[in-house]
């Protein structure tokens, strides 16, 4: 895979060199540029940057230089065999980053990253290159960044691992929370290693028991009571026929009954965690 950033702030990028990321660029299986905005300016200030039309706070960046930088980023990569580019845009207001978008972009040979600062990119540039290639305007979540870097490290390595070759057996993915295939969805529960016991603390007896049906059931229940705690949404949204009798179990344990209709779970109102 073929990886184009263009950013005012290269330096930002350097986490690309390290760790997973860093091991797929050094064999072959990750073909990383990063190219710095401001060589596409001219005036003396290499100004990428500009007052919004219509008024209002902040700065916008100006067509220009994402123009020539994209157009020469096209060229560069197209004239050294590339094929493909699909231009991601990392934005507040994009689609949500998932694990399945993951998917799809690991899919595709080149990808290209404009992340901005400011308040973002004249619409007229991602409505140019739409024109001529996907344009995925992406976010990682609702919170505000000072640019779009730090969501471009996260996409890559998101995307990275999904690599063929470059997760080792070690860090396989089936296990993943939101990996297609995991535990219905639920997020993981806690994990332990030696020693048996830490300043006080001993792990679940259960887990030393030998006994892996056990072993099995508590690691699902634990998996419900996270999940019922940090991300009721995903418990909402499940269908409760998708459930053994025991899941329904823990379910009401936790306070949580199928609805009349049967179709979702919902929370019921004064049971204790
Ligand atoms: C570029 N807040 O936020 C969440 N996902 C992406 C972003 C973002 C931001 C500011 C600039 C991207």
New binding site residues.
């Given amino acids: 895979m073929r990886l184009d950033v263009v950013t005012i702030f290269p330096e930002y990028l350097e986490p690309l060199n390290v760790s997973l990321v860093g091991k797929a660029r050094a064999r072959g299986q990750l073909d990383v540029h990063v190219h710095d905005l401001r060589q596409w300016t001219h005036d003396r200030h290499n100004t990428v940057d500009d007052t919004p039309y219509g008024g209002g706070p902040g700065m916008v960046m100006k067509t220009g230089p994402w123009g020539e930088a994209l157009d020469q980023t096209l060229a560069d990569g197209y004239d050294a065999g590339a094929h493909g580019p699909v231009l991601v845009v ?3 207001s ?1 689609r949500p ?1 998932t694990q399945e978008l993951a998917v799809e972009l690991s899919e595709r040979p080149w990808l290209i990253f404009t ?3 400011y308040e ?1 990119i004249d619409r007229r540039v991602m409505d140019e290159y739409a024109t001529r290639m996907p344009v995925y305007e ?11 870097e ?2 471009v490290l996260v996409i890559t390595e998101a995307v990275a691992r999904l690599l063929p070759g470059v997760l080792g057996n070690a860090e396989s993915h089936r296990d993943d929370s939101f990996a297609p295939g995991a535990m219905a969805n639920l997020l993981e529960g806690p994990v332990y290693t030696k020693p048996p016991e830490w300043r006080g603390h001993a792990i679940p007896d259960v887990l030393v028991s030998g006994h892996h049906g056990k072993i099995a059931r508590w690691r699902r229940d634990e998996a419900f009571r996270r999940t019922a705690a940090h991300r009721p949404d995903l418990i909402e949204r499940c269908d409760p026929a998708a459930f053994d009798k025991k899941d329904r179990e823990t379910l009401s344990i936790l306070g949580w009954a199928p609805e009349p209709g049967g179709r979702f779970w919902r929370r019921v109102e004064g049971v204790e965690e």
């Fill in positions: 990392p934005t507040p994009g980053f992340p901005a600062r973002g992406v976010s990682i979540g609702d919170y505000v960044l000072a640019g779009g730090a969501a």
